[in-house]
């Protein structure tokens, strides 16, 4: 059987086609229609409304630097603040070409050539997106010189930033410190998330030991920026949800200064080199940390040039070196209270016997000779005058006895040869020589023999002992304290934004044991005679309160065995430096005084006047009477 075929029907299959076209054409139309609509909408009704809007179209969060904190002296005294100041930063990610932004700012003097390439290795250190200061407290003009230029500099622009000020300029400066730019060293040890924005850190003293104190908790804000980085302040209708987080300052540190002190300290420094430290022999409360010369703090927080910094690095005097803390010289006579407590302790010593001074010492078993300072004979002097009048013959004499190993022995626990713990960093121990020491520090084996002579000339204070003011104010404070030992310090309370004082402790070390109250009078009765009728009495005539000290005077050459040092015709700079120490009331101390005039000839005439003036300054009412221990410091 034969099945049927079906004819394919073109007509309805191309009806059907049209159809189709013919709604799909419509579609088109439609969507077309919608889409010139559209955009008529966008591009022409609301125009100006999506063009404000797409400026904006990007977010940033900002830091907030934290406010840092102040620094007071004991008695309020503003010692570090912040100010207002203009900034010039980079963002990094946002600079086309780096070099051509460097040399941009070189042309207009803005940043000094010599400094393009340390500011390039610190931009690349930096992560991307921070803004790194590349021109630190800008003048007016420097401002209106970049505000022209802005547009050239895409990524770069002007902030306002606080900055550190130093309202009492050179005073103190080795004490507080002073900030400066944050440096590629500083970037390895520090959380660069909680330095973003920030443009300073502390360098040296307090501002570096209590950095984290200082600096405080920063904070963030977000903030809408167009395609060039820069802020938009108007966002129309749909304005985002931006989120601002408020910095915690740092706390506010009060310092033991009495700047008042101080500055009596250092203008009766004037211009010699020199240092001069005041304590409390009872909890360890350094008033005067000063160190002459000086320099203005705020060359760093402005940002030093090269130039600048090379002036102080190359003079002479070292206006950079904290003599207080670094300095490490010969202690000279201050050594002997000391040294004649050790005698009496180890009952070599008869207090009252008296020993004979003509003005020269033999070392048995050696034709050497050790003179007298200054050339003088004293005759007949017991301990008390020994001490008075400074002989070196009677202490020749007592060190030879002594030997080298118990006079090291009892030195060490009055700090000599150690960090007294002061709470800023860059203190020198100074050096206690030991026969053991000397083998060690000499290579060839005949230098490493110590001598007869070396133990005559250690108890006097000369020879390889290297003592720093500090450690000597220390010294003097414990003398004056019978033995008690407390660490210096400098921050005696951490103020917080509520302005509550959280005082910090006195840390106490171990106690100087062994002494017996006698032996203790014996000494600081020798001391007394120093400033009444001794070496230091034309300084000390007249004080409302009683004094013991010590002069010292410390040799910066060897003069040789026939030879007469005669100041006169000794260059400036190798002539003795000039010591003093000394503690007041003697009944009941409330400071410990040591003074450093390098160079400066004999403690008698150089150093003591100047422990005077600071003693009268801070134990004397304006009237030149004592002041009540009670309102006292």
């Known amino acids: ?36 609509g559209r955009l008529y ?5 609301r125009h100006d409304y999506y063009t404000e809007l797409s400026q904006g179209n990007g977010i940033r969060t900002e830091p907030i630097p934290a406010a840092r904190g102040l620094i007071l002296d004991r008695n309020g005294q503003l010692l570090a603040g912040n100010q207002p100041a203009y900034q010039l930063e980079l963002v990094p990610e946002e600079v086309p070409d780096l070099n051509a932004s460097m040399q941009g700012l070189v042309k207009l003097g803005l940043i000094d050539a010599d400094a393009v390439d340390e500011l390039r290795r610190m931009i690349k250190s930096r992560r991307p997106f921070d803004s790194v200061p590349v021109r630190l407290r800008m003048s007016d003009e420097d401002v209106a010189r970049f505000a022209v230029h802005r547009f050239e500099f895409p990524g770069l622009d002007i902030k306002t930033r606080q900055t550190r000020f130093y309202p009492e300029g050179e005073l103190a400066v080795h004490a507080l410190g002073y900030v400066g730019a944050i440096s590629e060293p500083d970037l390895q040890h520090i959380d660069r998330a909680a330095y973003s924005g920030t443009a300073l850190i502390g360098k040296l003293g307090v501002e570096s030991a209590y950095e984290k104190q200082l600096h405080g908790g920063n904070g963030y804000r977000e903030i809408l920026v167009n395609a060039l980085g820069r ?25 033991s200064l009495d700047m008042k002190v101080e500055a009596v300290a250092e203008k009766a420094l004037g211009d010699h080199r020199g240092a001069v430290v005041a304590l409390n022999p009872k909890n360890g409360d350094v008033y005067v940390l000063a160190s002459r010369p000086g320099f203005d703090p705020s060359l760093f927080a402005r940002g030093i040039t090269n130039n600048e910094y090379a002036e102080l690095t190359d003079n002479i005097d070292k206006p950079l070196l904290n003599r207080a803390l670094r300095g490490a010289y010969p202690s ?42 200054k050339g003088g004979k004293h005759g007949h002097v017991a301990l008390q005058d020994a001490i008075a009048k400074s002989c070196d013959v009677y202490f020749y004499g007592l060190a030879a006895t002594l ?20 709470d800023i960093s860059g203190e020198k121990p100074g050096l206690l020589p030991t026969p053991e020491w000397k083998k060690l520090a000499f290579k060839r084996p005949a230098d490493q023999v110590w001598f007869p002579g070396e133990t005559i000339n250690f108890g006097v204070g000369q020879g390889y002992l290297l003592v720093t003011p500090l450690q000597l104010a220390h010294v003097a404070g414990v003398i004056a304290s019978r033995g008690l030992n407390f660490r210096p310090r400098l921050v005696i309370g951490v103020r917080d934004a509520n302005g509550v004082v959280t005082p910090i402790a006195p840390i106490a070390g171990k106690r100087v044991e062994g002494v017996s109250d006698a032996d203790w009078d014996r000494v600081i009765n020798g001391m007394v005679g120093a400033a009444g009728y001794g070496t230091a009495h034309a300084s000390f005539k007249g004080t409302a309160y009683s004094v013991a000290g010590k002069t010292g005077t410390a040799q910066v050459f060897t003069v040789a065995q026939n030879a007469k040092y005669n100041e006169k015709t000794v260059e400036e700079r190798l002539r003795d430096h000039a010591w003093f120490i000394a503690f007041a ?30 003693m009268d300054a801070f134990l004397l009412d304006a009237d030149g009477k004592l002041k009540d221990p009670a309102q006292a410091p």
């Open 1 to 36: 059987m034969v099945q049927g075929v079906r004819i394919k029907d073109h007509w309805k299959e191309q009806r059907l086609f049209e159809r189709r076209a013919l709604v799909a054409g419509a579609l088109i139309v439609v969507l077309t229609l919608t889409l010139i």
């Open 41 to 45: 909408l966008l591009q022409v009704m």
């Open 231 to 255: 802020s938009v302040q108007r966002q129309g209708a749909l304005m985002p949800d931006l989120h601002t987080h408020a910095p915690a300052a740092g706390d506010d540190l009060v310092l």
């Open 332 to 373: 000279g006579s201050t050594i002997k209270p000391v040294v004649a407590l050790a005698g009496l302790t180890y009952h070599v010593l008869n207090p009252d016997k008296e020993e004979f001074c003509a003005g020269v010492y033999h070392l048995p078993g050696s034709t050497r000779l050790f003179r007298e300072g």
């Open 403 to 422: 030997g080298v190993n118990r006079i090291a022995a009892f030195l060490a626990p009055f700090g000599y040869g150690a960090l007294t713990g002061i």
């Open 585 to 614: 009331p003697v009944e009941a101390p409330r400071i410990a005084v040591a003074v450093l005039v390098e160079n400066g000839g004999f403690g008698a005439s150089a150093a003591a006047p100047i422990a005077r003036e600071v």
